[in-house]
């Protein structure tokens, strides 16, 4: 499904990602973790063709994005949806029409279709009678799930989700996770999740990558990376030191 190959990428001589190689399991959940600012969000754009890489390719569905111009780019972007940090939603819209919004913008359908696809994918997430409130009205979990009917609006085959938890109470990080599975389960899509959050990291995960300094420096099944020997992910999954100090 997707495939990185050689991956370099630096801003102002600063390199963010070295030599990066790394293959994403098809219909899987692949968690990607890292100190904070370490490049995980970097390379989530790389794989959607928001970032180009210095060097290296870029395999999606056996094709080679980092040679697509950016109309034949724009065509394999549909396959992905993507969960925002915050959301992203639009504030002037109402939750009917950022879910809309992709509809809208890449089909031809007509505004009756749109809305059943729209109340379709709202159920989805579990919210219900929600088209007409504004992104403020709604709490930091309405608005993820708000952000994630959006992403699934074009039924994606991949869908990428940057730090998905990231100031939410337990509860709702729980939640979250528990709606990244259903998702997952429910469409059979290919996930992506970008994040530092350890213990959510293990309750959702197929599959591990630790990327360190630039590189991927360990790879595998929840209880593999567990029972890793590498200090410096011992270190991390075990929270022995402050993310500043890493």
């Known amino acids: 499904m997707i495939e990185l190959k050689k991956i370099k990428k630096s801003f102002n001589g600063q390199k963010v990602l070295d030599d990066i190689d790394l293959t994403i399991e098809p219909g899987k959940i692949t968690v990607i973790i890292g100190q904070s600012g370490g490049g995980k969000s970097v390379l989530l754009k790389h794989m959607i063709g928001l970032i180009r890489p210095d060097s290296g390719k870029i395999m999606i569905d056996g094709v080679d994005t980092t040679t ?16 925002f940090q915050d959301a992203a939603l639009f504030d002037s819209m109402n939750v009917g029409d950022n879910v809309a919004f992709p509809l ?12 059943a696809i729209v109340e379709k994918k709202l159920l989805q997430v ?14 930091g979990g309405m608005r993820k799930r708000v952000g994630l009917a ?6 994606p085959k991949i869908i990428l989700f940057d730090e998905p938890t990231t100031g939410l109470d337990p509860i709702m990080c729980d939640a979250v996770d528990k709606l990244i599975v259903k998702t997952q389960q429910e469409t059979g899509a290919t996930c992506i999740v970008i994040s530092h959050d350890i213990d959510s990291t293990f309750r959702i995960a197929h599959t591990v990558a630790m990327l360190y300094h630039g590189k991927i420096i360990e790879k595998g099944t929840p209880e593999e990376v567990k029972a890793t020997g590498n200090p410096v992910v011992r270190q991390f999954i075990e929270r022995k030191v402050e993310d500043n100090n890493f």
């Open 150 to 155: 959006r992403a699934l609006a074009l039924d």
């Open 104 to 115: 809208k913008e890449h089909t031809k359908l007509k505004g009756r279709e749109i809305k």
């Open 126 to 139: 579990g919210l219900k009678d929600v088209t007409h409130k504004m992104p403020s009205e709604l709490s």
């Open 68 to 83: 697509l111009g950016e109309k034949e780019l724009n065509e394999v972007r549909k396959k992905f949806g993507m969960l």
